[in-house]
């Protein structure tokens, strides 16, 4: 990144030449949607021209057009610019890099390419934002259809349809709630760093995963996909041509995700400040780091499984296709290759957030940091070896369920002992009551629980009777609603003065914590019950024996949207009218605080020098940097980055 | 407990306090709750199991929510004390954060004492687990054969020992092992009578197989647990277990010859 040369200025008041920036002046997210439609039609008319009355039409004629927006997209949102610049032997110049990472543009750089990765993380928590809302909202109708036996809300398709498209749409969403936003706003500047390693791929990653977005809701307008989120063939094989757009979101989103995990991986290991040695580094930026790093391997499983659903439904393979060879075991199984290492792809770096909530708001050092690390890595070590517990009862190696049942229940070693960090970090603090905390609390409840039905469903001869039930959709939902998104809620609640530059009313927040608290124990223990009682998942009309237990989860869905858009509320009326927040409005010790906020475009005007870890609560040493570091609230003092004095600190 | 207060470098106490003993207490009445909840809710919540394997469900389920009550307990107990006696009173609203709580970084004998406890947990989950597992792998010389096949959106039974009858119902006798050879015609469906505490994937052109013991004489509803297609939630079949007798009418009733209707039920009582 050529910033790290800047100018002894703030960057953001540059003046930049007329033609600065290149192509980058021209393009928005506007260019990007014509670009998108232009092409994606160009690919519609040739391939209906060329294809007309051919057996593979219309998923052929679905899937290059596709590919034609996604490419269309990208093209005008100006992705590839920089790489094919670089191809025709002229590489951007400075100016054109500054242009890029949005200075002077204002407000508008956020629907541009921009390469600031604070721009870029803004940019996820609002996509994200967007999809919990389409995914809630779908999962409302569902909710609607069952609140009778026989309801005529919907029908049995679009009941189909829905189920998936909440379901895909919810794991996009909790796999980048917290590595999108997150990861990328608050973990450089939490290891010293000006920018992520690859600020053009971190642009892409994000730009890419918008593309995505529209195919996946075309897939309503495509006949819906009827076969689930997981889309087990054969079924999906036979799905209508949304199947196709389905498939192509996929292999979008697994190229964001793992250009985003590697990006993640090279900025921890290589742009660290001066003396933040890996024992140092903040417990979010680990699990930022392992969670990359099972993405980086999970991710290509699904690009594989994905493509050979395209090419079976395309081009007449048969992969999956048992009356020509093939078998739906094979897709099972490269499914939950990538799909059981994605739960903790979801898991680790919200738990890793809700740590850093912990430790401020009880005032004292995180409990055993380097056990929380060897537990994290631990769960993403075992995490790639149990995928066939999602197969007990498909009758696939029956000699093989004895191994999976052991690595399963193994995982809950590991996942125990971020449990004891948890209660040992709150042991004797002196707890700071104000709303992140509340969802740290609500993660504790909420996870054991989750992880207690959890060793149910590891154990075959229970699994036997509950696999496909509803209990399976409350345990995830438990652990992955209750747990996860509740730990990247305290973890939003936490870096929202940093994000914003605002302070949040807690009194609204926590008028929705509660709301949300209270509505998840109803919603889920209402499905429990259902599971128990013995109702599959997925069905849009039931027996009118589990009446009771299905009413009872529509109401606490209900209050569930309700607190989630109280929380919203909150959000929005933060952002627009909440009081200006100070550099460190908790008073925390790691380097995402000692910045000013906003923070500036190179992040730190004089470089870190980190002498221990940020948690140094309750000890003597009264701050973790060296002392000649700027105090982040006073008037910006403009500092050459080579006049620093090196002070005390380890080097690398 | 006393407040880590105003002294800006409290000395790091013993790692057990008085607070123990309160936390204890809030963990002894949360455990109880606990295993008195594993211990009666499953009985009221799930179906009437029919099967010895459905019993084996249900203690299963009893036996694990006893194990994790205390667990649990412990880390709720910690939590709902840490709001009761380490809150930091009056700051809830403060914009200054109330004094830092002692320094207490980690503790190698709490970690080691959790790692084993919850090392023991395992070991015996795993140990209960694998042992129903491979009780339920053995097999009886009388067994039952019933041929299901799942197809878009029905299911069909057929019984080789009585001509392969095919039924749109699945009756099975009691006290009699059954095992189920499962397949389909078309996508992935799941065979699931839950009564009967087990269930297999029917896959086309793979014949998978489980087992069961019916126990209790009753109805139940098999159902798919597999998300199939358009009608989905449509997809189930009535079943009973009755007497052998009965059983015998019953295959009568779908055709089969008398002597052989009562060869194929009969053979249970033959051998107990």
Known sequence: MTTTDAPPMLLEDTPLGKGAGGLYRRQNALTGLVGGVFLGFIGWVVSHRLLQGSNWGSDMVVTVTMVGWVLGFNIGMGTFNAPIRWMLGHDQSYEDELYAAGVTQGKSRYWKFCTDHKVVGTQYLILVMVLFGVGGTLAMMMRTQLITPHSSFLSANSYNAIVSIHGMVMIIATIIMVTGPFTNFIMPIMIGAKDMAFPRLNAMSFWVVVSAVPPLLATFFLGGVDAGWTTYAPLSVQAPAAMDAFSMTMIVFVISVTISGINTIVTILTMRAKGMTLGRMPIFTWASMVGAALSVYAMPALLITFTAMITDRVTGTSFFVAAQGGTGWLWENAFWIFGHPEVYIILIPPVGAMLEVASTFARKPLFGYKVTIAAFTAVAGLSVMVWAHHMFTTGWAPDLAGPFMVTTELISIPTGIIFLCIIGTIWRGSIWTRLPMFFVYLFLWDFIIGGVTGIYLSDVPADNFFHGDMFVTAHFHYTLLGGAMIAAVAGLCYWFPKISGKMLNERIGKTAFWIIAIAIQITYFGQFWEGFQGMPRRVAFYDPIFLHANQMTTVGAYFLMLGFLVLLYCLIDGWRHGKPAPANPWHAKSLEWKVPTPVPLVNFLVDPVVTTDPYGYGEPEPDNLSTDFPDPDRELVPTLSSDRPVTGGEVL | ?272
């Open chain 2, 1 to 272: 407990m006393e407040e880590s207060g105003s002294d800006p470098l409290p000395v790091v106490k013993p790692f057990f306090s008085r607070a123990g003993g309160k936390i204890f207490i809030i963990w002894l009445v949360m455990t109880i709750i606990g295993v008195l909840i594993g211990a009666y809710a499953p009985h009221h919540l799930l179906p009437t199991l029919l099967s010895t394997e459905g019993t084996k469900v249900w203690e299963t389920i009893v036996l694990f929510t006893i194990l994790a009550a205390p667990v649990a307990a412990f880390v709720y107990a910690v939590g709902l004390y840490s709001l009761l006696g380490w809150r930091a009173r009056g700051f809830g609203n403060s914009d200054e954060p109330p004094p830092d709580g002692p320094s207490l970084r980690g503790d190698a004998p709490m970690t080691a004492v959790w790692l084993g406890v919850s090392a023991v947990l395992v070991i015996v989950l795993l140990v209960w687990g694998l042992g129903e597992y491979n009780a339920a792998q053995t097999s009886h010389p009388d067994t039952l054969q019933v041929d299901v096949t799942g197809q878009q959106w029905l299911w069909t039974f057929s019984y080789p020992g009585a001509g392969n009858v095919e039924t749109r119902s699945l009756v099975l006798p009691i006290n009699r092992p059954v095992q189920f050879n499962v397949t389909s015609e078309d996508v992935t469906h799941g065979f699931w009578p839950a009564a009967l505490g087990v269930q297999v994937d029917a896959n086309p052109n793979v014949v998978t197989v489980i087992g069961s013991t019916p126990d209790k004489l009753g109805t139940f509803t098999v159902r798919c647990s597999q998300l199939c297609g358009l009608y989905h939630s449509f997809m189930y079949a009535s079943g009973a277990v009755v007497t052998p007798q009965k059983f015998a009418a019953w295959l009568q009733t779908q055709g089969v010859p008398a002597p052989q209707a009562a060869q194929a039920a009969d053979v249970k009582a033959s051998t107990s």
